[in-house]
Nanobody, 125 residues
Framework: VHPVESGGGSVQAGGSLRLSCEAS?????????MAWVRQAPGAEREGVAA???????DYADSVKGRFTVSRDSGKNTLYLQMNSLKPEDTGMYYC???????????????????WGQGTQVTVSS
C-alpha cells in the first residue's frame, strides 16, 4: 500500500487546513485502518486520528473537538479537517495504513505498516 498525502501548508492560529491521503495498491475487499500521525521537531510521532474501513473514527485527546477524520472507503482515501489550529499542531503529518488481517480495533495507537512521505503543517501564533 502506498499512501500519498496532500494539503499541508502554513496558517495562523485559529485557522483551518484540510489534508488528504490516497492509498493505492490496496485490494478493496480488505479491511484497512488508515490514520494520520504527526511528528513535531524533536518529538516522537503521535497518532492524531484514525478511521476504520466503515468510517468509525478514533482521535487523540489533543485534537478532539477540533479535528475531523473522514474516509471514502471505496477509494481508500482519507481526509483530515483541522479547525481551530494551534501552534502546537505544527509538524509533519503522515498518512499511515494497516491491514487488519487479524481483526482488532482501528486506533491511533496501533502499529501501522505503510507510511506516506508526509506533508508539513505549520501554525504560527
Amino acid at each position: 500500500v502506498h499512501p500519498v498525502e496532500s494539503g499541508g501548508g502554513s496558517v495562523q492560529a485559529g485557522g483551518s487546513l484540510r489534508l488528504s491521503c490516497e492509498a493505492s495498491g490496496s485490494p478493496p475487499y480488505r479491511r484497512y485502518c488508515m490514520a494520520w500521525v504527526r511528528q513535531a521537531p524533536g518529538a516522537e510521532r503521535e497518532g492524531v486520528a484514525a478511521a476504520d474501513s466503515d468510517g468509525t473514527p478514533d482521535y487523540a485527546d489533543s485534537v478532539k473537538g477540533r479535528f475531523t477524520v473522514s474516509r471514502d472507503s471505496g477509494k481508500n482515501t482519507l481526509y483530515l479537517q483541522m479547525n481551530s489550529l494551534k501552534p502546537e499542531d505544527t509538524g509533519m503529518y503522515y498518512c499511515a495504513t494497516k491491514w487488519m488481517v487479524n481483526g482488532g480495533s482501528c486506533w491511533v495507537t496501533i502499529d501501522f505498516e505503510d507510511w506516506g512521505q508526509g506533508t508539513q503543517v505549520t501554525v504560527s501564533s
